[in-house]
């Protein structure tokens, strides 16, 4: 599956777990029919803190990839961010290397907090499926926390967008004055879970 749209998401939440973060600006360059499109947008790039002294970690996930020749690898890495691209790291035989999003054709992530979540690359960072509904929702991480969405797919239209507010408000129109009044004030992910919720 192939993203149509450049991504440009404002991301709009705060994890649960204990943790700190950093938003990056990232260009992304996506194909459409009509040509290339480049963007740039903030991604969350999560750092768990585990109290083990000063040492900080990144969360660590499975992680299956379908490279661009179609050979399929296991590794278990963090995310890591070059040259404002995401990647993963492959250890073979001692040597660690890169694979970035350019670099696949299918990913999916697991752990046991979440669960295996499935995602697409999208240029510069991977866009993994972690809500499902007439919205569905996508995360730059393997993480089903609606909270941490970046991009959002129509489903009648199977059109994946950034989590913008006008983005939704073309979604769910503008007939219940609850979802007019929470797109007012930029509750996003309250208007996703409602519309669902109603839709389903």
Partial sequence: MKVQEGLIAAIFFALALPSSAQFINMPTTIQT?????????????????????????????????????DSVVNLFSSVGVDDKKMYVIQTVNKSKFKIFPEDTKEISGSSAAWG????????????????????NCYSSFPMKDINTTIAIEDTGRRKIVPLTKQNIANIVGDDDQKIVKWLEEGRLIKVIKYYNRKNQ
């Fill in 116 to 135: 295996k979540v499935n995602g697409i690359p999208a240029d510069s960072c991977w866009l993994f499926k972690i809500a499902t509904g007439v919205i």
């Fill in 33 to 69: 029919p009509r040509g290339n499109v480049t963007s740039s947008r903030l991604v969350y790039f999560p750092t768990f803190n585990y109290r083990n002294g000063d040492i900080d970690t990144n969360l660590k996930f499975d992680f299956t990839i379908v490279l661009s020749d």
